[in-house]
């Protein structure tokens, strides 16, 4: 089909040579000479060009009242030369181009595709949204264990208001998904969502990484270049495996939680910021506490709405559910042979421990279906980690001596430790694994610092 383009303009010239243009390259073109005939036509147009000069309301006017009524049709606004404040003013208001007069009909054509290309691009990016969104509802998150249901009521709670939270759990256990979740069910929903795994980034560019750089601020930085903080403006931040974040950069979160302001590396220039924080860790913060790798005054501001999530085989009553669901997921990905699993399947899944949660079913479900023969996955089908099983296992056969607590087997191993190391605090602390800062703080709950 044509594209439709609706031409306001009262001079009745150069509106007949902009349709005979217009539809001599292939556009089907409606006309009006005031704002307020164009107005029942907007609906049905997919690109407005207008004048800014109209008698009665201003073009400005009705792209003002255009946006308002929620249409996302683009506008294209002209203008004489010499105004260009008013050219500025409409693209403020949400022109998507502007044409000063005198323009060539080249340069006319240009614009109008320009801008329709525009509103492709904007409608796709439209309905991914829509798509993520449908993706992280609630009835797209299986979780019928009552901890997961649990969690789901916090996470409803908490989504509107812009608090940080800290999710708490093993790899593998769904925190990417909460978090996005919790994105999606919040007024934030439109605006940006970044995902930062500190992890993954060097400790040396994790600075520039995070709140960006000013052209010259180190050797090839050619360019001045945004962080993901700013990437993330009005959004929001996902700070991944945040306990493996370096003492330098935990001080500069701080200041992003606490004042909401940052500088950029290289500049004197603070800049504020809007993001709402969610952090996930599968570490214990609070053992990095006492050992002293985490600043204390930084954990609470990120543990406001803590979430543990449970790993997987302390709510296995959610396999079936999942296990069901990437099987409808992942069947139509791989040919689409198979169409179900059986309850022998279902018992299979049940009995292993998953040490790698969740996304280790997905995995285990993925091979399974690529290689079973038939169009059920049946018992023989499930193809699981016995590796992973038996060392999971062996962990598991570590038992506290008869009669003593874990507080006393603690004691009893740090007291052992400090006689193999006659009494030299740091080389216990190696045997034992721990910074000489950790043995401390234990040592002084025993009660036998000195």
Known sequence: MKRQILVVEDEDHLRRIIELQLLDSGFAVEKASTAEEALPLIDRADLVITDFKLPGMTGLEMLQLIRRM??????VVMTAFGTVENAVEAMKSGASDFLLKPFSLDQLISVVNKALEIRVLREENRQLKEELGRKYRWDNIIGRSPGMQQIFATVMRVAPSRATVLLAGESGVGKDLIARAIHFHSPRKDRPFVKINCTALPENLMESELFGYEKGAFTGANISKPGKFEQADTGTVMLDEIGDVPANIQIKLLRILQEREFERLGSNKT????????????RDLRVALEEGTFREDLYYRLNVVPIEILPLRERKEDIPYLARHFVEKLAPESGGRVAGITDAAIDKLMSYPWPGNVRELENVIER???????????ADNIRLDMNLKTRHAAAGEMALPDG???????QELIKNALKQADGNKSQAARILGLTRNALRYRLTQMGIES
């Open 70 to 75: 929620d249409s996302h049709v683009p506008v």
């Open 271 to 282: 800049q504020h910021i809007d993001v709402r924080v969610i952090a996930a860790t599968n």
């Open 368 to 378: 399974s279906i690529v290689m079973a023969p038939g169009d059920k996955l049946d």
């Open 404 to 410: 003593m607590s874990l507080d006393a087997y603690e």
